[in-house]
Structure formats: C-alpha cells, structure tokens
C-alpha cells in the first residue's frame, strides 16, 4: 500500500517529464498529461480502499547519515493523506482533461500540461511524505509551479508582477516556516512525523507556541490568509484551470493539510488558536465583502476560496478537525466545479467581466446546471456538500469546549455572517452571469453555444461530490473515524458531522436574509448590479482588497525598493569609487610626470647634475654618520 | 708646487663648463664647454697622476685616449649641429623639442562612473 502511494506521488512528475520531452506533439502531450495523472487517482483509490481507517502506516528507505540525523524517507499513510491525495488526483485529472480542449490550441500548451502534472505530483509528495523535510520539498516545488504556472501568459502585464507576488507572498511564509520544521525536528531527533507528533503527545515539546506560530506563517503564505492573502486574487491573471487546480486541490489545500497533520503541535498553547481564529475570522468575512464587490469572476470566485480556507482554518482553531477536512473535500470538488465552469464561460463570452455576461441560462445549458450546483454548494444551501461542510464547522464552533472555548466564540460569530456573505456573492454571480439580459445580443438567447466535450465531462463530473458528498455525514462519526486520531491512530472517537440545529437555522437565516436583500435589489432593476445598489460608496474599497496592496507597498515594497537603491549606492559610488579612485589616481599621476618630458635637453641633463649632488650629499653623509 | 692649485684650477673649469652645458643656449657654446668639462677631468687626471706618483702613467695615457676621443666627439657635434642648422636655420637648443611629451589634461567626463562602465561594456 505504502508501494502504490509512492507510485502515485511519482507518477505524475513521470507524466510531467514525458509531456515536457515530447515538444508540440498534440496527441502526445494530451496523453501524457491525462494518462499518468489519471494512474495516480485509481492508485489513490486503491491506497484509500486499502487503508480503511487503519492508522499510520509508514515505510521509509533509509538513504544515509547527515550529522546527528539519520535520513529516512519514504512514504505514510493515514486516512487523512488517503483521502486528501483521492481529492488532489480527482482534481488533477478533471484539471487536465478540461484543459486538452481548453488550453490545447495555444502554443505554450506542452510546458503548462507539463507543469500541472508535476504540481499534482509535488502535491501528493506533500500529502504522502514520511517526513517534513520531504514535504517541504513538495511543499516548495508546488510554489516554484505556481510561480509559472500563474505566469503563463507572460506577455499580459498583469501576469508577470502577479507570479512574483505570488511567489514572494508565499515564501514570505516559507522562511519561518522551515524555521518550525527545524525547530520540531531538532526537538524530535527527527525529521519523521511519526516521531515529532510522539513528542508532541508525549508534552515533551518545548516552546510549542513559537513553533505552531512560525508553522502558522507558513500556511498563512501557502492558504492565502489574511496578511499574506493578496497574492490569490492577483493569481487569477492566470489560465482558469490553474485557478481549479490551485484553488481546489493544491497549494491553498496544503496549508489547511499541515495544520490538520500536525494538529497536536497547533491545539497544545491557546494563545495559537486564538490568533488562528481571529485571523480565520479577519479573513473569512473581509474577503467575503471583497468577493461581493467585484466585477471580474474570477475574482470573485477567488475572493471565496480566500473566505472558505478561513473557515477550515477557524474550523481548526476550534478544533474540528475532521469537519475542517470535511469542508476541504466538498470546497474542492465545487471550487474546481466552479472554476472550470466559470472558464467555460469566460470562453464562450470573451470576457471575465461581470457586466460582459447575462442571460447565459439557455445558451449553455451544462454550464449553467453545473455551475448552479457548485454556487448552492458554496452557499451552503441543503442538501448541497457545501452545506454540511459549513455546518460541520459551525456546529464544531458552537460546541467548542475548554480551551477550544474562546476561539469557537469568534468563529461563530464570524462564521453566522460570512454564511450570509457567502450566500449574497454566490447568488449576485449567479444573476449576474446566467439571468438578466444578454448585453450585446439580446435576441440570440435561444442559441446554445455550448463547449467541447472535453470541458464539459470534467464538469459533470465535479458536479457529482459536489451535490452528493453531503452522504458521508450520513455515517454519522464514520468519516472522523476513518481520517483517523490527532496522532494518527486508527479509530478514535471522531466528531459527528452532522449539523446542529441551533447554527443550522442561524446560519439560513443569515444566508436568506442576505440572499433576499440581493434578490430585492436585482429585482427593482433588472440586469443592474445589485453590489452597486447594497454597497454605494464603500464599494471601491472592496473592489480593491480594502487597499490591502497599498498598505503592503508602504510597508514593505517601498522599504525595500529603498534599501535596494542605498546598497546600489553603497556598491556603485563607495565600493567602486576605489576602484574608480585607483585608476583615476594613476592616471593622474601620469600627466604630472608627463610635465618633466618637456623635450629640452638641458633640463634632463640638470635633472641628471641634481640628482648625482643629491646621491652625493646623502651618500657623503650616510658615510660620516655610520 | 701644491696639490691644491690644479685641484682648483680643475674644480673650476668643471664648473664653468656645467654651468656652459646646462645653461647656454648656443649648441657651439654647448659644445665648448663640454671640452671644458673634459679638460677639467683630465687635468684632474694629470695632478692625480702626480700627486699618486703613479709608476705606469695610466693618468697620463687616460689624458691622451680623452683628447683623441674629444677631439672625434667634437668633430661629430659640430657635424650635428651644422646639419640641425641648415633643417631649421637656428641652433639655439631651447626650440629643440620635439621629444617633449605632449600633456593632454586629464578631464573630469572621462572618469565619471558612466563612461567607465560604457568601456568596461566595450
């Protein structure tokens, strides 16, 4: 078993080399992307059938001794890796299969297939590793991808400072991130998790909230969370299907997947959850408010995955574990869901806007059914997966005891009101883009521009956990159970899942009272943008992220563009005006011993007497003196 | 007779003869007070030769090689100088420059950093 999670996590980055090796070949680069990736999700399947709820099982090839440290790496299973790798791979291939038609007209399409493949790879790399320097490695490699992959279109000039963003927001959070790593491991005597979580438990880990603090900046980086969250909707500048895979399955998950992996390392100080909760509760409704005020899809949809990670992560800091993981299964099945349906119709329109859509409904009658699914799941109208995965969470909130007590009391609060954000955004994207009038042709509405097969299978496809995966609450405490303990043991008394009655009514409360103000304002004037009318002068603000930027670029662009120029100046005008002095020095030097040849030949001649007296009275006087 | 009168007499035509060659402007001016500066030294190499008692006379057979050799060296700059003034109708040595280095100012442009690193790139 431990064999076929190896295999899976290496198969895709086979598949990524043999996609980058076979130039523009079309059939081959469609192969190539689709088969490896497509392998990897049956033998993720296999692994989480196999597994059951079986614990930790590990098996790691010892590959030598550095230092005090003996390497060990290889690969553990438990069902929270089992079940989140099923997520990564089903995304991955969904991803993939869309973008054959998608993306696979344009000429970078070889390097992006190529990419994505070994994203999913370095994705399972995390979710599989034994060991955390493993898993940072995976963990780097998804940034280095992203990197890229956000900067496809490098000749759009959006793209470019977005990749960068992106790349340093997350790294700003790599560096204590290590930092953490290297601290558990020290204090672990290894770098294996088996052993730094057998520390954890046993309270023998020292300094735990500096710790859980520099792992925390890490996840805040890679999840998008509030300080460093304004990297995720800048990253749309990228092809949508990134968007799918980046929002639904891969690096934004991964933050959220460490915290539940080394969850004993987060729940052991308070003071830990408490900055998790106040931050999930920052994040969760500021990014809520910003998703309503955009104008571009994309956006707005990234806005929601900035909201839904806070709500897995205010989820963790009340310690819902298994209900944090839950709502990462169901957000990523209706976040890639809506993502590739909301590709499907930026293509057809030829615009991201907002205002450039309307009335769709009956011109692409999937994309409008599917994406109507996704938009109730994000809402979190029952039965829809989305719907128990926020209750889950709330429900987590309200009956958080002991030191889980004054967190949960933050993320309720929050939580009720980004509950009724989330349904007034869902339904505004849902007017917006497939009701109202049509903008340019009004009377074409009863054509179908419908998409590829292609596009239109993944869709189908991540529509059905979308709206189904609500059974698995059905179990009752079956799924805590098959994730598995705070430290990977088999079959501890998990949380039940299903939703509590007290936050069930709050939370439709708020999602109708918000969703009804929505619809009335749509309604009193057809086809206008009801945000314009709910938000008025505040809008702009959250249009632009709460000049979130701006407050980044005083405090640290500028700081830093400054301290660029001065070691330019240090560099050019002190280290080099040495080396500048050294040649100016000799040369001038050289025209004042230049004056002496002036040609006369007396003058050398008196030079010569000058100096045979001067050799004369110094020799005659060295000679009386010794 | 005493050591110290050709001593003199010698010291002094040497410095007749410097200041002639160093400071007169007439290249045959020049050329005579070389002889004067040669004629010091063999004088000096005369009393020398006398004051030493020296057995084999070199002093005195220096004295003669110096004057065979002035002589031709007179010869030989006279010819110089005759031909240095049919070319330029002068024979003053103080317009006798054209081994003179000619001294360009070194200008501030030429050292900035820019032009530097332009011929760096160069």
Not at chain 1, 442 to 451: F, L, T
Request: proline share 4%; net charge neutral.
């Amino acid at each position: 078993m431990n064999l076929l999670a190896l295999i899976a996590s290496l198969l895709p980055a086979l598949g990524a080399a043999a996609t980058a090796a076979g130039g523009r070949d079309l059939r081959h680069v469609k192969f190539w992307s689709t088969a490896p990736v497509g392998a990897a999700l049956l033998l993720t399947l296999l692994v989480a059938i196999d597994h059951g709820s079986g614990g930790a099982s590990v098996h790691t090839y010892s590959i030598g001794t550095a230092g005090a440290f003996h390497v060990e790496i290889g690969t553990r299973v438990t069902g929270l890796s089992a079940i989140i790798a099923v997520l990564v791979a089903g995304v991955a291939v969904c991803v993939q299969v869309f973008s054959t038609t998608y993306l696979g007209g344009e000429p970078r399409y070889p390097s992006y297939a190529a990419l994505i493949s070994l994203f999913t790879a370095a994705m399972l790399t995390v979710v599989y590793s034994a060991d955390l320097v493993v898993l940072l490695v995976g963990w780097e490699i998804m940034g280095a991808c992203s990197y890229f992959l956000i900067g496809h279109y490098w000749e759009k000039p959006e793209a470019r400072p977005a990749s960068i963003k992106a790349f340093l927001m997350t790294k700003a959070g790599d560096v204590p991130f290590l930092f953490g790593i290297i601290a558990l491991g020290v204090q672990a005597h290894s770098f294996q998790i088996n052993a730094v979580l057998a520390v954890t438990g046993q309270d023998r880990l020292h300094h735990p909230a500096w710790i859980a603090f520099l792992l925390l900046c890490g996840v805040l980086g890679k999840s998008a969370q509030f300080p460093l969250h304004s990297w995720l909707p800048d990253a749309m500048a990228g092809p949508t299907p990134i968007s799918a895979l980046i929002h639904a399955a891969t690096m934004v998950a991964a933050g959220i997947y460490v915290v539940a992996l080394l969850y004993p390392v987060f729940a052991l100080c308070q003071a830990v959850l408490i900055v998790m909760a106040i931050i999930a509760a920052i994040t969760m409704t500021g990014a809520a408010l910003c998703a309503f005020a955009q104008t571009d899809i994309k956006k707005i949809l990234a806005y929601s995955t900035v909201s839904q990670l806070a709500y897995m992560l205010g989820g963790l800091a009340v310690g819902g574990r298994s209900q944090a993981i839950y709502l990462l299964l169901a957000h990523g099945a209706f976040k890639a869901l809506l993502f590739l349906a909301a590709g499907v119709v930026i293509h057809r329109v030829g615009s991201n806007e907002l205002s450039a859509m309307g009335g769709l409904r009956y011109r692409m009658p999937i994309a409008y059914t599917t994406m109507t699914i996704g938009l109730l799941a994000l809402a979190g109208i029952p039965p829809f997966s989305g719907f128990f995965g926020k209750e889950a969470v709330l429900g987590a909130a309200y009956d958080a005891t002991g030191e889980f007590a004054a967190p949960g009391k933050i993320v309720l609060i929050f939580g009720l009101i980004t509950a009724g954000l989330t349904a007034a955004y869902s339904l505004r994207l849902w007017l917006g883009v497939f009701h109202g009038p049509f903008p340019d042709a009004p009377h074409e509405h009863e054509a179908k521009v419908e998409a590829p097969q292609a596009e239109l299978i993944p869709l189908i496809l991540l529509a059905v956990p979308a709206a189904l995966l609500g059974v698995v609450v059905l179990f009752g405490t079956g799924f805590s159970n098959y994730l598995g303990g705070w430290y990977g043991e088999a079959g501890a008394a998990g949380a039940d899942l299903w939703p509590g009655g007290l936050t069930t009514l709050l939370s439709l409360l708020f999602a109708l009272g918000f969703g009804g103000l929505v619809f009335l304002a749509w309604r009193r004037e057809e086809g206008a943008d009801p945000a314009q009318a709910l938000l008025g002068p505040v809008r702009p603000a959250l249009v632009n992220g709460f000049y979130f930027d701006r407050l980044i670029d005083a405090a640290v662009v500028r700081p830093a563009r400054a301290a660029a120029r001065f070691v330019g100046f240090l560099d050019a005008d002190v280290i080099d005006a040495y080396v500048r002095g050294s040649g100016t020095g000799a040369r001038g030097l050289g025209t004042v011993l230049r004056r002496l040849q002036t040609g006369s030949v007396q003058f050398y001649l008196t030079c010569l007497f000058l100096g045979v007296v001067i050799m004369a009275a110094v020799y005659a006087y060295v000679g009386t003196v010794s | 007779m005493h050591a110290v009168y050709p001593l003199v007499l010698g010291a002094l035509l040497f410095a007749i003869g410097l200041y002639g060659v160093l400071a007169r402007r007439n290249a045959i001016a020049v050329l005579m007070a070389i002889e004067l500066l040669l004629n010091a030294v063999t004088l000096n190499l005369v009393s020398f030769s006398a004051i030493l008692r020296d057995r084999y006379g070199m002093g005195q057979i220096f004295t003669l090689f110096i004057i065979t050799i002035a002589a031709a060296e007179t010869g030989l700059g006279l010819a110089i100088v005759l031909l240095v003034y049919r070319q330029r109708a002068t024979a003053d040595l103080g317009e006798q420059r054209e081994l003179a280095e000619p001294v360009e100012p070194v200008t501030a442009d030429e050292l900035s950093p820019r032009n530097v690193e332009a011929e760096v790139a160069r």
